[in-house]
Nanobody, 119 residues
Framework: QVQLVESGGGLVQAGGSLRLSCTASRTLSSINNMAWYRQAPGRQRELVAGITYGGSTMYADSLKGRFTISRDNAKDTVYLQMNSLKPEDTAVFYC?????????????WGQGTQVTVSS
């Protein structure tokens, strides 16, 4: 089991920045991959960015250059730095942990944090 607690969401003006944090209930070294998803009103949930145990990162093509995912293993925390925010970035952002056990992948989701970007 992994509990995830997100923080850092809020209201920001277009062009501003926010940094989301996601703290895991167990050491990140025991978690294979971490990721951020988001879901905007009336839209499907989408993958924003991911980071592997080894530190490799990936991003949704549309977000490259504005968002940065990182991890602090000492704090068991993953971050999502979001710059040059746009109103269309308004969404609930979720942190996700993926743990591989044999042939089974277990996914754990945080409760979500609201990001609202005003124009």
């Amino acid at each position: 089991q992994v509990q995830l607690v997100e923080s850092g969401g809020g209201l920001v003006q277009a062009g501003g920045s926010l940094r989301l944090s996601c703290t895991a209930s167990r050491t990140l070294s025991s978690i294979n991959n971490m990721a951020w998803y988001r879901q905007a009103p009336g839209r499907q949930r989408e993958l924003v960015a991911g980071i592997t145990y080894g530190g490799s990162t990936m991003y949704a093509d549309s977000l490259k250059g504005r968002f940065t995912i990182s991890r602090d293993n000492a704090k068991d925390t993953v971050y999502l730095q979001m710059n040059s925010l746009k109103p269309e970035d308004t969404a609930v952002f979720y942190c996700v942990a993926a743990v591989y056990e044999g042939t089974t992948t277990y996914q754990y989701w945080g409760q979500g944090t609201q990001v609202t970007v005003s124009s």
